[in-house]
């Protein structure tokens, strides 16, 4: 899927670079026609360093490169930021003119407020009216206007899918930010689009789930918001799809919505999302990342439950939850064997957890059999990631017995 783009709708770059040199040769000297002269000589005279008529140094500093400025593409990893003041667009004319002063060439400056002083009252009028209108148009939107707009799209049944998707993938943008994410809701933006987990197109629907899971991730306002919508049984069913980067999604989406939230849980566990995880870590033919995703879940899961002392979910402690686990230790892959590992040692401290079940299956024995693969990798690069696997091996395998022998010691 392509990474998310700006909205089409965002001003262009061509667009912000001609309101600011219309700023530097026409609007500085039209604003403050009394004082052009002085501004000019003021910069003229500076010592070689712009300055405004204030006589302090200005400069646009942002903590973006152009590319993210103009367009937030890349790894979508926010809206567009500018500066204090330009928060936006320029706030204000004078703001503009502030920026011009200390942007502009200081001899060209100097020969425009010449040919401005020769103007008539009623051409200086006329001029300063058409910049205004100009600037009203060229303002830049903030994230506020931005969502709005691509609110309204998704709204709107008779756009294209494009537009749709489009849409979607502003949202995804806008909403990484915690504050954004917290007015999608209060923009009437968060119902379309857990409305769209249910469009025909998947690739709707995947961008839906992703921009769910984004706002939701670390907020439990946002969260609980996407609970209230029901949209965690739409979630789970797409947790089945054929398709690995739809499922994968919604996985994703899950993950964001019920970590470190009892409710959300309590609601996966209703919803009986532990089958859905059991669909994907039983089928050979399932893409290795997804399992990966999965086992991760499970792991925080048990983690929340270990720290927070919530009573925590069931079904992470069922004999036929821990076999497919327990099995997957025997796949060939160092980082999907870690993870294993990770969630093993997490799932054996849990208080409700039955050593006799993990015995039962064998795990001791299947650990040593790891054990053994790990010594046999050819590969020296293989070797040293496989070392700290092993380690991890070893501190389960610690774990493991020490449940045993405190098993057997309350059994006499």
Known sequence: MATPTAHSKRPSHHHLFLAVALAAVVLLPLLV????????????????????ALGAARQWATGKGEAELVGGEGDGAGGPVVGDEFEGGFGSLDSMLQWAIGNSDPEKLKEKAADVQKL??????????????????????????????????????????????????????????????????????????????????EEIRISSAWVLGKASQNNALVQNQILGYGALARLVKMGYSTSTEEAAKALYAISALIRDNVNGQEAF?????SAMLEHILASSSIDVRLQKKAVF???????????????????LT??????????????????????????????????????????????????????VQLEDLPSEEQKEYAGEVDALRREVQTLLQQKLKKGTSAAI
Not at 269 to 273: F, K, L, V
Not at 299 to 311: E, V
């Open 120 to 201: 008539s009252a009623d051409e200086l009028l006329k001029r300063r009216q058409e910049i205004k209108e100009l600037m009203e148009k060229l303002k830049m939107p903030s994230d506020a206007d931005l969502m709005k707009i691509a609110i309204a799209d998704l709204n709107n049944s008779s756009i294209s899918l494009e537009d749709r998707q489009r849409a979607l993938q502003e949202l995804l943008v806008l909403v990484e930010p915690i504050d954004n994410a917290n007015d999608l809701d209060k923009l009437g933006g968060l119902l379309p689009v857990v409305q769209e987990l249910n469009n025909a197109n």
């Open 318 to 371: 069922e004999r036929l939850f821990l076999k497919l686990i327990v099995d997957m230790l025997s796949r060939f892959d160092l980082d999907l064997q870690e993870k294993v590992l990770l969630a093993i040692k997490s799932l054996l401290r849990l208080p409700s957890a039955d050593v006799a079940d993990f015995e039962f299956y064998d795990l001791e024995n299947v650990l040593q059999r790891l054990g």
């Open 33 to 52: 026609p009394a004082a052009t002269a002085t501004a000019a000589v003021a910069v003229v005279e500076g010592d070689g360093e712009n300055k405004s």
């Open 297 to 315: 879940l499970i792991t925080d899961l048990a983690d929340f439950q270990l720290n927070s002392g919530n009573p925590g979910l069931p079904f």
């Open 269 to 273: 566990s209703s919803e009986n999302g």
